[in-house]
């Protein structure tokens, strides 16, 4: 948790410098909330065939954050955001006896997406696009079933690499104000910690993979003077 503020606060005092320095630059800043449907396919289930034979649910979570937007020109920049997201996946796998038992695997991720941006020119709304990498660190990890939490979070290596992507609309509600709606998808190979299980099966080498697809709802302040519509266009 100490980690996770250190990195929130950090993040924060970047955003507040860029935007004194940048003003005048293309700096846009925003936060935004994305609820979505994540996966969580562990690599010792997905590799064990009809070994556990788990039935997948659908697991619906919510992330939120904070987003720096640099445009170096009016519709082309970089983008570097800092999100918490509460991802898992919830299913159903038959212990030794045969009967089924409900898990639900609860991951806490800190995504740091590193982006190139785009977006068309607009009075009123515009299109909105950005691609790239995403860093995602694991904060926490547990294993939900037989009413407790089983802590699991030293089985995956703390940072993973993976793949961000997203389509919108903003809508300019004032000079400098933007709401922004984008279908977003990312996935991430995690690295299974398999280095301290030396007798468990090959397959526990192979990277689990988490997805996360949902819809980012944000507001986003333009700095940009030359890149804001006018107020007489608005109206």
């Known amino acids: 948790m100490r980690k996770l503020i250190f990195i929130f606060c950090t993040f924060i005092l970047f955003l507040s410098m860029a935007g004194l320095s940048y003003a005048q630059q293309g700096v846009q800043v925003g936060i935004i909330v994305q609820p979505s449907i994540t996966t969580m396919r562990p690599a010792w289930l997905s590799e064990s065939g009809d070994m556990f034979d788990p039935d997948y649910n659908q697991t619906l979570r919510t992330s939120f954050g904070l987003q720096l937007d640099y445009h170096f020109t009016p519709n082309l920049g970089v ?106 998808f990312d996935v991430t190979f995690l690295n299974y910690n398999y280095s301290d299980y030396a007798t468990e099966p090959a397959y526990l080498s192979k990277s689990p993979v988490s997805t996360c697809f949902g819809m980012a709802l944000g507001i986003k302040f333009v700095k940009n003077e030359n890149t804001a519509p006018s107020q007489q266009q608005i109206n």
């Open 79 to 184: 983008e570097a955001d800092i999100i918490y997201s509460p991802q898992g996946q919830k299913f159903y796998m038959p212990d030794t006896a045969g009967t089924y038992r409900s898990h639900f695997y609860k991951f806490n991720f800190v995504k740091i997406p590193l982006l190139f941006s785009f977006s068309t020119s607009g009075s009123n709304a515009v299109l909105l696009g950005s691609i790239g990498t995403q860093i995602q660190i694991i904060t926490h990890a547990v294993d939900e079933y037989s009413n407790s939490d089983h802590d699991i979070t030293d089985s995956y290596a703390p940072l993973n690499l993976g793949f961000n992507f997203g389509v919108g609309i903003g809508f300019y509600l004032a000079k400098h104000a933007m709401l922004t709606v984008m279908p977003k």
